[in-house]
């Protein structure tokens, strides 16, 4: 069976549909738009290679479209500038690479063929790594990328990057049932929940920035936050009369957990905070919650909270990286 790998040129946008929607129809129909997976047409594919980084390849067999990969470059410094380059993914955070074989047409070696492809081009570009985003049940990806030399860790650490940081980790993708009952939860009878208004903005860049100590949100940032209204409801904690904590979740059910001021945390005001956010959900028919969550030190409270209101945690976005 001989393949031809081409690059992608603009009359084989369709080609790239067919394969998509072949390719990934079983996440399509159970997972859906929330893990950026959907029925594509030729405009999406367009919109892809806006990017001038953005690179397609597409495999073929006896002229019938069977796969393809698309990548993309970065180049990074903390400590030493270097390049990367990805297998983007179908949404950032929850989906997996796009590296797509048409059913009937795997284990045949054509995503093997796609990928090896990929890296001897971003080799020549200067590329050190490459990187690549899979479930852990995905057998298929795991079995793809052992075989070709791919490291999965929960922390990946890259001297140029940071002998410390992880320069790339694992994620959890929690998801919460809202057709089921909320659990039983004690809740802070002193914690006084609403909706955010424009004065609650200056506390809510001091709750952004305690959070994380990697976040370095400007004031205008989160002036811009509120103005384009990302979630399609904010709630603040108020405790002692002042604001403390701020949860939201936009149209699709996912949650943005913003945080809780230290001096505030351990008083059940956050687990207070987000029953109320997930019951708000529940009683406007929202079908499903869903966080991500990244494996860092100060995310673990968000992750313990997912724990307690009994969110299925059995799935993680996990990394794949092979040092070229």
């Not at 852990?136 to 030399?149: C, M, P, R, V, Y």
């Not at 860049?205 to 409801?233: C, F, N, S």
């Not at 945080?259 to 079908?287: A, C, D, N, Q, W």
Request: hydrophobic share 35%; with cysteine.
């Amino acid at each position: 069976m001989g393949v031809l790998i081409i690059p992608y040129e603009e009359d084989k946008a369709e080609d790239v549909c067919t394969v998509h929607n072949s390719a990934f129809m079983s996440y399509i129909e159970e997972f859906g738009i929330l893990y950026g997976y959907r029925n594509l047409s030729p405009n999406d594919i367009g919109s892809w290679v806006k990017d001038p980084q953005s690179r397609i390849w597409l495999a073929y067999v006896d002229n019938e479209p069977v796969g393809y990969v698309h990548c993309s470059i970065e180049v990074k410094k903390k400590n030493i500038e270097y390049t990367t380059f990805y297998f983007v993914e179908t949404m950032v955070g929850r989906g997996q690479s796009k590296i797509a074989v048409v059913p009937s047409f795997r284990k045949k070696g054509i995503a093997k063929a796609l990928v090896r492809h990929a890296i001897e081009y971003y080799q020549k570009k200067g590329a050190e790594i490459a990187i690549a985003y899979a479930y852990n049940d995905n057998e298929l990806a795991t079995s793809l990328f052992t075989k070709l030399g791919f490291k999965h860790e929960k922390y990946h650490y890259y001297d140029k990057y940071s002998k410390t940081e992880p320069h790339e980790l694992n994620t959890l993708i929690a998801t919460f049932d809202l057709q089921q009952s909320l659990p039983k939860i004690i809740l802070n009878p002193r914690v006084k929940v609403r909706i955010i208004s424009k004065e609650d903005l200056p506390t809510i860049k001091d709750i952004r920035v305690t959070a994380r100590p990697d976040d370095h949100t400007t004031m205008g940032q989160v002036i811009e936050w509120y103005k384009e209204g990302w979630g399609e409801l904010t709630l603040v904690a108020e405790f002692e009369g002042k604001v403390v904590g701020c949860m939201e979740y936009n149209s699709e059910g996912v949650i943005g957990i913003l945080g809780v001021l230290p001096p505030y945390r351990s008083k059940g005001i956050g687990t207070t905070l987000f029953y109320h956010l997930l019951k708000i959900m529940k009683e406007r028919g929202l079908p499903k919650a869903i966080a991500d969550s990244e494996y860092l030190p100060w995310t673990e409270h968000a992750r313990k909270m997912y724990k307690r209101f009994n969110f299925d945690r059995s799935r993680d976005l996990w990394v794949w990286v092979k040092k070229i």
